[in-house]
Every structure is written in structure tokens, then in C-alpha cells.
């Protein structure tokens, strides 16, 4: 029995999540894993309710009860300075020291695609891997505003990098590549710019990459890989960067694939209670409208699923959303005409189908 914490949260994530839950327990009921699912109320409603955002317990009681957590997404306009957001989901990922958020960003069908085709002809085959550093960097809330309001306003964020912090997340998209056979790892750092900090990124990515010669390695600054990525996205494999350009070149690299709804993520801390959840946002812009697509929701199920001992869950999940996807069922976003209802009702039946 997987124990899963649910965490709807605001916007479209209570319209995506149920789809992931269902697609999740009939997938594992086809390959006889259990999913318990319990529902925790922290978002933006329960924040402008209570005044409580992520209540003192929930780490400890997260990590007695639960074996991963599926979260929706966190932020809401009615919380203009996103409080609610950042103590949970920053709570989540730092309290758990969760430091691996993990992106997979892969072309499902051709038409997601929005680059001509390649130069040689050849179709888009786009399959790369974000490891995004998810407890350090711009990310630390260290700073402050000093004479703030003034015309001589000082507002200071730091950009907090430790030798340990940067080693660990390198190590483990090299030990990733490995264990998938995959071809390459490249470090995205500004060290032209930022020389103490990313100096520092450089100096590790060359320590653990002698640890692994028989992988091709290379360095590239953010300006010229966020471009590079765009002009010939099949070059890249695993792409290891800190908290703040992962954060951008996820959803950069999304957009390639046809979007935020196609992208899930995993934070994670090997041997340790994970937290699932997709790339995109609470998307206010759409939500209440029924055209959310769920698939991240359900491809972040897949990593869920994965990373808690069932890839062949995981499999069954992605091949539910490349069925869809085939089939030409989509919602708008993703170039079809369908609602997250309807969508979802078609992953999931597809998936008791081939159960
Ligand atoms: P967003 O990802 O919510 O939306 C960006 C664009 O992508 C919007 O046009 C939206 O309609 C579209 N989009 C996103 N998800 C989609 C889906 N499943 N189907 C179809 N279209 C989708 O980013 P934003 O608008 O910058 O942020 C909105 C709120 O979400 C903010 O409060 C932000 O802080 C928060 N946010 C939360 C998370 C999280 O909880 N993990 C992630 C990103 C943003
Ligand atoms: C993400 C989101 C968050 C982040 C926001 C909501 C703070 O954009 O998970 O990608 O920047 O980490
Ligand atoms: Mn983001």
C-alpha cells in the first residue's frame, strides 16, 4: 500500500489532481499496487479561512503517514503577496530537504512541437532531463528591504550556494545518467557573471565529472543554452542547474512539448518521502473553465509511481497520455478540443482498458 498525501491546493490544481488520483489507482490496480489517498486542505482558501498556511505538525506528520505527497499547485490572486504559497510549497521542499526537483520534458507527439522541422528533415525527438537544484540558490529568502518605501530603497536577495548543496545535485543527475544510459550532462551555470557562486558550480561539475569519463560532459552559460535550446533541443540529455535557472529552462524546455500541461516533476531526496507535483501553476487565468489539461497532473502520477517502487505503473500512466495524445484527445492548450473532464475520463478508461 502507497500512502499518497494529497494537496489539491488552488486553481486548477483541485481540476487536475482528481484525474492524476483516479488514472493512479487504476493504474496500480491493473499491476496490483494499492494507492490510500488522503486529502489535505492547505491552500488559499484555508489560508484566507484559518490564517494557517502549512500548520506547524505537517512535516512530521507528513513523513510518519504518508509515502509521497501529490500536490496540485499553490497560488492564488486573492493572495496578492503569495504567503500561503511559499510556506507550503517552500515549506515542503526545504523542511524535507527535498533538494532534486527532477523535470522530465518529452516530445509525446510531433504536433506538440512548435520548432519547424529539424534542418535535416528528421522529426523533433525531444527527451531531456531538468535537475534542478530545489533547496538553495536565489531561493533561501535570505535578505531584506532596507528604508523600504523610500527613494533610497535598498532590497537584498541572496544567492546562497554551498559546495555541499551543489556536489549533491550534480552527483545525482551523473549517478542519473548512468543508470539511464543517457548519452550527456550538461551544467547551465552564468559563471562569466557570477563568478564566486558559479565559479564554485564549475569547480564541482569538473570534480564529479572525472568521476564518470565515459560521459560527454560540457558547460554553457544560461543566455546561450536558453537559446541553444530553442534552435536544437535534441542536443540535450540531463541538464543540471541551480533553484533559479531551472526554474526558468523548465519552463522554457515545456514549451517545446506543447506546454506547461505536459510537463511533470518530482522533488525529491533519495530514500526519503517525495513530493509530486507539475510544472505549471494554479494558472488563475483558466481555471474554473474546465479546460486545465491534466496530463502533467497524470505524468507527475507516472513519477509518483516511479519513485515509489512501481515503474510499471509509471509506464502504464505515460502510455495513457501518448494514447490520448495519438488519439488526438486534448485539451485546447495541447491543440484539441477537450475538457479536463473529458480528457481525464479517456486517460483513465484507456487505462482500465489495458489494465
Ligand atoms: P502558470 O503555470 O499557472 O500558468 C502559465 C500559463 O500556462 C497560463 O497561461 C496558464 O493558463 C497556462 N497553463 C498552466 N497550466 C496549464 C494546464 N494544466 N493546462 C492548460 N494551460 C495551463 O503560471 P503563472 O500564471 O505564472 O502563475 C500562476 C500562479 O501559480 C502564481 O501564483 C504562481 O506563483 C503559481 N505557481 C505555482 C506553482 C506550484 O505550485 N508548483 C508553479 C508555478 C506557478
Ligand atoms: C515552480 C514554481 C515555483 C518555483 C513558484 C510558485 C515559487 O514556479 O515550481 O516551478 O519557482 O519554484
Ligand atoms: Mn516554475
Redesign the pocket.
Known amino acids: 500500500m502507497i500512502r499518497v498525501a494529497l494537496i489539491p491546493?488552488d486553481?486548477?490544481g483541485p481540476e487536475?489532481l482528481p484525474v492524476a488520483r483516479r488514472a493512479l489507482e487504476a493504474a496500480g490496480a491493473g499491476a496490483g499496487v494499492e494507492y490510500s489517498f488522503e486529502e489535505l486542505p492547505w491552500g488559499a482558501d484555508h489560508f484566507l479561512a484559518t490564517g494557517e498556511t502549512l500548520p506547524p505538525e505537517a512535516e512530521k506528520r507528513l513523513k510518519s503517514e504518508f509515502d509521497a505527497i501529490l500536490?496540485g499547485?499553490?497560488?492564488?490572486p486573492r493572495v496578492p503577496g503569495?504567503e500561503h504559497?511559499r510556506d507550503i510549497?517552500f515549506g515542503l521542499r526545504f523542511g524535507l530537504d527535498l533538494y532534486v526537483n527532477l523535470r522530465p520534458v518529452r516530445l509525446l507527439h510531433p504536433d506538440l512541437c512548435p520548432l519547424k522541422p529539424r534542418p535535416d528533415g528528421a522529426r523533433r525527438a525531444i527527451d531531456l532531463v531538468v535537475f534542478r537544484e530545489n533547496t538553495e540558490g536565489a531561493y533561501v529568502n535570505m535578505g531584506g528591504n532596507f528604508k523600504r518605501g523610500t527613494p533610497d530603497e535598498v532590497a537584498i536577495n541572496e544567492d546562497l550556494n554551498t559546495y555541499k548543496g551543489v556536489k549533491r545535485i550534480v552527483r545525482t543527475a551523473f549517478e542519473y545518467a548512468v543508470e539511464r544510459g543517457r548519452p550527456r550532462v550538461t551544467m547551465c551555470d552564468k559563471a562569466n557573471a557570477l563568478a564566486f557562486a558559479h565559479g564554485l558550480w564549475r569547480r564541482v561539475f569538473a570534480e564529479v565529472a572525472a568521476e564518470f569519463p565515459f560521459l560527454k560532459t560540457e558547460v554553457e552559460y544560461v543566455d546561450a543554452l536558453a537559446m541553444k535550446l530553442v534552435r536544437h533541443p535534441e542536443h540535450y540529455s540531463v541538464i543540471v542547474t541551480s533553484n533559479l535557472f531551472g526554474d526558468i529552462l523548465s519552463d522554457e524546455a515545456s514549451a517545446l512539448v506543447g506546454?506547461?500541461?505536459l510537463v511533470g516533476s518530482a522533488n525529491l531526496h533519495p530514500g526519503r518521502l517525495g513530493m509530486f507535483?507539475?510544472?505549471?501553476?494554479?494558472?488563475?487565468?483558466?481555471a474554473g473553465t474546465g479546460?486545465?489539461?491534466p496530463m502533467?497532473a497524470v505524468l507527475t502520477a507516472a513519477l509518483l509511481a516511479e519513485h515509489t517502487g512501481a515503474p510499471a505503473v509509471a509506464a502504464v500512466l505515460e502510455g495513457a497520455v501518448a494514447a490520448a495524445l495519438a488519439e488526438g484527445v486534448a485539451?485546447p492548450?495541447a491543440g484539441g478540443a477537450g475538457s479536463t473532464g473529458e480528457v481525464g475520463d479517456w486517460i483513465c478508461r484507456w487505462i482500465e482498458r489495458s489494465a
Open positions: 491546493g486553481g486548477v487536475v500536490l499547485a499553490l497560488g492564488d503569495n504559497a510549497l506546454g506547461l500541461g507535483e507539475p510544472v505549471h501553476g494554479s494558472a488563475p487565468d483558466i479546460t486545465a489539461n502533467a485539451t492548450d
